[in-house]
């Protein structure tokens, strides 16, 4: 996760680490924030490996993914203002997703996307709010 591919690779996934990690850690704390990037980093790694097959990869997309699915998905179980996303931001990161994943970037600009660990990150932080949010929900009541 910690390998990238270029200056602006690099600069986009401390942003969106910062804006949406930022949410987690205030909310919960730096434990809960790190606990996310570890199982999420690994698993959308892992997908991404298994996906790609070739270990020829890097960055923290998946992790930023998964952090965007959690904070999504949590968010509504526990009305919080950090976990309530602008839609613009949502709209904006799934277009990415689906645009990454149809080739144009590795076509026009010569970019490869990292589309398993992007789908990957997503799915795993949606299950991890599903499940983060019904223990809040519950512990609510």
Known sequence: IFL???????????LWLALLGG????????MHLLLLVLVSGAISNL???????????GGMSGVVYALLGYIWIK????????????PG?????LIWLLVGMTGVLKLL???????G?????LLIGMLLGLVFGLVSAARRR
């Open 23 to 30: 949410r987690v850690e205030r909310l919960y704390g730096s």
């Open 89 to 93: 931001i949502l709209g904006f990161m």
């Open 47 to 57: 997908i991404q490996y298994s996906w790609q097959g070739s270990a020829y990869f």
């Open 117 to 121: 660990a992007h789908v990957g990150g």
């Open 4 to 14: 990238h591919f270029g200056l602006m690779h690099l600069v986009f996934n401390c």
């Open 109 to 115: 600009l010569g970019i490869g996307v990292a589309n």
């Open 75 to 86: 968010g509504q179980f526990v009305p919080q203002p950090e976990l309530q996303l602008p």
